[in-house]
C-alpha cells in the first residue's frame, strides 16, 4: 500500500482557477519530487526538494510552485490554471539518508484536466 | 543531453513466456544508476530492479533481470515466466551519482496474453 498519498486523484477545474495538489509521505523521506507525466509520455521532473524549506525547479520549465514547510508535505500550487496544465502529476520521495540515489517512492497520481 | 530511449512503446508476451524489454541511455559520465520501474494501470510507480553502473554483475530479482551492457550503453530487462499482474508501463530510467535526479524514458506498454 502507499506510503504517499496524493489528493485529489482526479481534478477537472475550470481556466484560471487556482488549484493545489497535496502531496504528504509518512516515510520520513527527505527527498521529495513532483513529475509531470503525459499519455505515452516520459516522466519530466518539475520540481523537487532535499528538505524543508529546500525547493528547486526541475528540468521541465512549469509555471507552478511548491512549498516545503514540513517534511512530510509537499504540495503543489498552479495560481491559474490553463487547458496547456492538462496532465497527470505524481508525487515522488526518496530517502535521502539511504544509499546514494535511492529510488523513488511514488504516490498514485493526480489526473488534472483544465477545460 | 542525458537521454533514455526506449524503442517499443508496446509490447506483448503469452503468459509463462519471457519477455526482453529494451532501453538505451546516452551519457558522458561513468558513475551513474540505472532502474526499471512499473506503472500498473491506474496504480502507483513502483521499482522493480536498480543497477549501480560500476558493477558488471547483472541485478537480478525473482522473475526480473538485467542486461547491463555498459561500453553499448545499453539496460535491457528481462521478464521470465510472464504473469498477468506483470500487464504495465515499464520505464527504464537512470540518475547520476552526483546528480540524483532520475531521468525517464518515454515506457513500454507490455500486454500480457491469457
Known amino acids: 500500500e502507499a506510503d504517499i498519498y496524493q489528493t485529489p486523484r482526479y481534478l477537472v477545474i475550470g481556466t484560471g482557477k487556482k488549484i493545489t495538489l497535496e502531496c504528504s509521505q509518512t516515510?520520513?523521506?527527505?527527498?521529495m519530487y513532483w513529475y509531470q507525466q503525459d499519455p505515452g509520455m516520459e516522466l519530466h521532473l518539475i520540481h523537487y526538494?532535499?528538505?524543508?524549506?529546500?525547493?528547486e525547479k526541475g528540468d521541465l520549465s512549469s509555471e507552478s510552485t511548491v512549498s516545503r514547510i514540513r517534511t512530510e508535505h509537499f504540495p503543489l500550487t498552479l495560481e491559474s490554471a490553463r487547458p496547456s496544465h492538462t496532465s497527470q502529476y505524481l508525487c515522488?520521495?526518496?530517502?535521502?539518508?539511504?544509499?546514494?540515489?535511492?529510488?523513488?517512492?511514488f504516490g498514485n497520481g493526480t489526473r488534472l484536466t483544465v477545460t | 543531453a542525458q537521454t533514455v530511449t526506449q524503442s517499443q512503446p508496446e509490447m506483448s508476451v503469452q503468459e509463462a513466456e519471457t519477455v526482453t524489454l529494451s532501453c538505451t541511455y546516452d551519457?558522458?559520465?561513468?558513475?551513474?544508476?540505472l532502474f526499471w520501474y512499473k506503472q500498473p494501470p491506474s496504480r502507483q510507480m513502483i521499482l522493480v530492479i536498480r543497477?549501480?553502473?560500476?558493477?558488471?554483475q547483472n541485478a537480478t530479482e525473482n522473475r526480473f533481470s538485467v542486461n547491463f551492457q555498459k561500453a553499448a550503453k545499453s539496460f535491457s530487462l528481462k521478464i521470465s515466466d510472464s504473469q498477468l499482474g506483470d500487464a504495465a508501463m515499464y520505464f527504464c530510467?537512470?540518475?547520476?551519482?552526483?546528480?540524483?535526479?532520475?531521468?525517464f524514458g518515454k515506457g513500454t506498454r507490455l500486454h500480457i496474453l491469457p
Open positions: 516515510m520520513g523521506h527527505d527527498k
Open positions: 551519457t558522458s559520465e561513468s558513475d551513474y544508476y
Open positions: 543497477q549501480e553502473a560500476y558493477k558488471q
Open positions: 530510467a537512470y540518475s547520476l551519482r552526483r546528480d540524483d535526479k532520475i531521468i
Open positions: 515522488a520521495s526518496s530517502d535521502a539518508g539511504g544509499r546514494p540515489n535511492s529510488p523513488l517512492h
Open positions: 526538494s532535499y528538505g524543508v524549506n529546500s525547493t
